[in-house]
T-cell receptor
């Protein structure tokens, strides 16, 4: 596709359930990022994939969060046993390489997660 | 503890006037700075950037100023247009690595016709 595609765009889930959020990056982009934005907060880095290298998971807030990237393309962010504080917009982004100074990082429209 | 702060959650400006969006940071190691713009229901889009070796970068109606000693940067939009109404995020990084960027909470700009 032309841009970064995320699904679902909206998800309401019950506390304690698992959710999966999907990201389809721009074709040919080797770097993929997950961020989240909680109400009133800035974008919080979660995880970064670059090619075949081991992902940078330093931003994941707890072991309930995990992500994988299959075949160097599509990525899935999984949140297990969701809590209300997980409610946020989850943004995926991709770039051609290692995020060369900003202007090559393209964001998707986000997945709005509400945990009730 | 926010490393990147945008203390004005919202700003209203008349069309044709100057919009000034401010951003402060606490980490003196930050050396790359960016502004992103976000419309409702869309992802953020890159607007303009500056590295610490400069104090000003201009792109059309958009100019970013960096004051390293004050750990402050600002985005000027002149003249402001109704289509500029959006949320503006400031981001800072130590080194030009995408995963290192720290984003501020954003400022919602409303340009009134």
């Amino acid at each position: 596709g032309a841009g970064v595609s995320q699904s679902p765009s909206n998800k309401v889930t019950e506390k304690g359930k698992d959710v999966e959020l999907r990201c389809d990056p721009i074709s040919g982009h080797t770097a993929l990022y997950w961020y989240r934005q909680s109400l009133g907060q800035g974008l919080e880095f979660l995880i970064y994939f670059q090619g075949n290298s081991a992902p940078d998971k330093s931003g994941l807030p707890s072991d309930r969060f995990s992500a994988e990237r299959t075949g160097g393309s599509v990525s899935t962010l999984t949140i297990q046993r969701t809590q209300q504080e997980d409610s946020a917009v989850y943004l995926c982004a991709s770039s051609l390489g290692q995020g060369v100074f900003g202007n090559t990082i393209y964001f998707g429209e986000g997945s709005w997660l509400t945990v009730v | 503890d926010q490393q990147v702060k945008q203390n004005s959650p919202s700003l209203s400006v008349q069309e044709g006037r100057i919009s000034i969006l401010n951003c402060d940071y606490t980490n003196s190691m930050f050396d790359y700075f960016l502004w992103y713009k976000k419309y409702p229901a869309e992802g953020p889009t890159f607007l303009i950037s500056i590295s610490s070796i400069k104090d000003k970068n201009e792109d059309g109606r958009f100019t970013v100023f960096l004051n390293k000693s004050a750990k402050h940067l600002s985005l000027h939009i002149v003249p402001s247009q109704p289509g500029d109404s959006a949320v503006y995020f400031c981001a800072a990084s130590e080194g030009n690595y995408g995963q290192n960027f720290v984003f501020g909470p954003g400022t919602r700009l409303s340009v009134l016709p």
